[in-house]
């Protein structure tokens, strides 16, 4: 059982389209996060949520809004992509509380042409 | 906000070389300090950790030591192996309610036979 998921681990489009990243948790952790890593590997947070409810966003462009629906699931999704959106994003969860470590998921891939 | 900076890559070396990253960090309080490593294609995982000064994390034959007085976390290994290739990631984990952690760039190793 795969304890971080994303879907899809590949994404390609086009310029100005529409698009959604899911990720989904079975470990049971109350908080949940997506990282952004450009092509030269730095990964930088974007948004966190602590059961449901949004406690970071890291002034990224408001083109992305994270959803999540419940507390095993974070979904982002990316309104009229760009180039510069191109990169690998990263689901990650971790248990409440300071001191823990993250759990991520495998990436995914987002290709803007 | 907490910054990481950890030594420039690439860094490339033999078999059973000794191996040093180097990692500084600004963080507010007292951190968590972790090191992250990512294998080709994948996500990142946790390699160690340590949660107060003077401790130290160790695992697979990698250590370091928190330094509160110099702000460092290096990563050391006496003998790398060519399966140690991959992207290194120190983080200070901090934030409170808020906790997160902030990665910097990753040093790539390549450790050739």
């Known amino acids: 059982d795969t304890a971080v998921s994303q879907t899809p681990k590949y994404l390609v489009t086009q310029m100005g389209n529409d698009k959604s990243i899911k990720c989904e948790q079975n470990?049971?952790?109350?908080?949940m996060y997506w990282y952004k890593q450009d092509s030269k590997k730095f990964l930088k947070i974007m948004f966190s949520?602590?059961?449901?409810?949004?406690?970071i966003n890291e002034t990224v462009p408001n083109r992305f809004s994270p959803k999540s629906p419940d507390k095993a699931h974070l979904n982002l999704h990316i309104n009229s992509l760009e180039l510069g959106d191109s990169a690998v994003y990263f689901c990650?969860?971790?248990?409440?509380?300071?001191?823990?470590?993250?759990?991520f998921g495998s990436g995914t891939q987002l290709s803007v042409l | 906000g907490d910054s990481v900076t950890q030594m420039e890559g690439p860094v490339t070396l033999s078999e059973e070389a000794f191996l040093t990253i180097n990692c500084t960090y600004t963080?507010?309080?007292?951190?968590?300090l972790f090191w992250y490593v990512q294998y080709p294609g994948e996500g990142l995982q946790l390699l160690l950790k340590?949660?107060?000064?003077?401790d130290k994390g160790s695992n697979k034959g990698f250590e370091a030591t928190y330094r509160k007085e110099t702000t460092s976390f290096h990563l050391e290994k006496g003998s790398v192996q060519v399966s140690d290739s991959a992207v290194y990631f120190c983080?200070?984990?901090?934030?409170?309610?808020?906790?997160?952690?902030?990665f910097g760039k990753g040093t790539l190793l390549t450790v050739n036979p």
């Open positions: 990650a969860s971790s248990p409440l509380g300071v001191g823990e470590k993250l759990f």
């Open positions: 470990l049971g952790h109350d908080t």
């Open positions: 949520y602590n059961n449901k409810e949004l406690i």
């Open positions: 963080a507010t309080g007292y951190p968590s």
């Open positions: 340590a949660t107060k000064a003077d």
């Open positions: 983080a200070p984990g901090s934030g409170g309610s808020n906790y997160k952690l902030t």
